[in-house]
């Protein structure tokens, strides 16, 4: 399969980051888990790297490559086994920088994105809000016009990178009484006056910090809105495709991790004098978790590949979540009860892979949610269109 997707030149990508990954992440790993924060240094490396930029446009600093170069880099991310730490950089990378990328103007891209590609301004997206993250229409903060600014006010919650971030990517109703259609994007220093955040203690993805955000009247000049004013719903909704493929990747990565690590282990342990990936009951789970592991990942690779060409993949991006998430979830359920009573020891890695993993049925639309879109697509019909 890596021949029908990955040329020679993706595969030394993946070596050199790999290799980057073990000498310069890796040795800081359990200290940013213990502390939930990611020292600054590794931001502005991985941007020396180029790694921010690898879809990004050349006149910022980017690099224009494929995307399955992107693929690489996420799975890469999942195999050190840090859920947060590798939600912190595809967040900084395919949630905020996406919108830089597609909705900002030149000025905006200018302050915003090369930084951001150089790793010297960390972003974060904010959409979900207290009072409900998948009604994502019925969001309640604003932005309302007054002379050459907009006053912002109102909570999100969630937000990964939120307390560490230098700037945000909000989502706010700039006209409210228009619903959907009256909801639009800016770019925001953190510091300007006004935002308040208060980091949040989670069951995983330890390292990356979670935040609630508060915007308290908070003045944001014109030229910070991202794209037209009223298409913000349609932006975030296309941008959807992206993220949910994004963590398609990373479901099919980790649960990828989690088998190998599983199988050496079974090959090593002994148990009834043999070998424990002798027994029949576990051999033929360990089957059907490759397996399971071989589909997801060859769907999300053709899904990658039509959206690399450009095809809107609402539909596909949404079932990959679906399906790769559960199946993930599942897998390293199963490869931490292979483990036995050392897969619930933190000295191992099923433990944090357990926690971890959770997350993505979840985040970035709810299972039940992507079971809502999917169904009116191919029950109601119902044709979702690009906003650009
Ligand atoms: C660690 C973490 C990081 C995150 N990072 C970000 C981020 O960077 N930016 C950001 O904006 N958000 C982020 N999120 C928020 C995430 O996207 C939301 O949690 C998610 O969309 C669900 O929203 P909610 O938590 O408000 O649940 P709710 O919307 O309150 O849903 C509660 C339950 O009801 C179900 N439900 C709701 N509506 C329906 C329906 N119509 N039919 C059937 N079931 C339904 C849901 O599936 C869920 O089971 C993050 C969340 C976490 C936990």
């Known amino acids: 399969m890596n021949q029908l997707y990955f040329t020679e030149e993706h595969q030394s990508f993946r070596q050199s980051f790999k290799e980057f990954l073990d000498k310069e992440v890796k040795p800081h790993i359990n200290k940013w888990e213990a502390e939930g924060k990611i020292d600054r240094f590794i931001w502005e490396k991985f941007g020396e790297m180029g790694y921010f930029g690898l879809n990004a446009p050349e006149a910022y600093g980017g690099l224009e490559l494929d995307l399955f170069y992107t693929v690489i880099f996420l799975e890469e991310l999942q195999k050190i086994n840090s859920s947060g730490f590798a939600a ?195 051999r033929h789970n360990i089957a059907e978790m490759a397996s399971e592991i071989e589909v997801c990942k060859n769907y999300n690779y053709t899904v990658a590949k039509q959206l690399n060409e450009g095809t809107y993949v609402v539909k596909e991006a949404t079932m990959s979540k679906l399906v790769s998430t559960k199946m993930a979830d599942k897998v390293i359920y199963d490869c931490l009860q292979l483990l036995g009573g050392y897969g619930y020891m933190e000295d191992y890695p099923l433990a944090r892979l357990f926690r971890d993993s959770r997350l993505g049925p979840i985040g970035g639309g709810t299972s039940e949610i992507l079971k809502e879109i999917i169904a009116k697509i191919i029950i109601d019909n119902k044709d979702y269109k690009p906003a650009v």
């Not at 006209?175 to 259609?181: A, D, H, I, S, T």
């Not at 955000?213 to 349609?234: L, Q, R, T, Y």
């Open 88 to 282: 912190a950089m595809w967040a900084h990378t395919y949630l905020a920088m996406t919108h830089l990328i597609k909705e900002g103007d030149e000025q905006i891209k200018k302050e915003y994105l090369t930084a951001s590609i150089e790793g010297k301004k960390i972003g974060c997206l904010c959409i979900s809000e207290p009072f409900g993250g998948s009604d994502v229409a019925g969001m309640r903060t604003t932005a309302i016009k007054k002379g050459d600014s907009y006053i912002l006010n109102g909570s999100k919650t969630f937000i990964t990178n939120g307390v560490y971030a230098d700037y945000m990517i909000v989502a706010a109703k700039t006209q409210p009484e228009l619903g959907n259609k009256g909801m639009s994007i800016f770019v925001i220093d953190s510091s300007t006056k006004g935002i308040s955040t208060t980091k949040l203690d989670k069951l995983g993805w330890k390292a990356s910090d979670t935040a609630e955000i508060a915007f308290d009247n908070v003045v944001v000049p014109s030229k910070n809105i991202m794209g037209d004013e009223g298409k913000g719903f349609s932006y975030i909704m296309q941008h959807f495709a992206l993220e949910r493929l994004v963590m398609s990747i990373n479901a099919h990565a980790r649960a990828e991790y989690a088998l190998e690590y599983a199988m050496q282990y079974a090959s090593e342990r002994e148990a009834f004098g043999k070998p424990i990936n002798k027994f029949q009951a576990l």
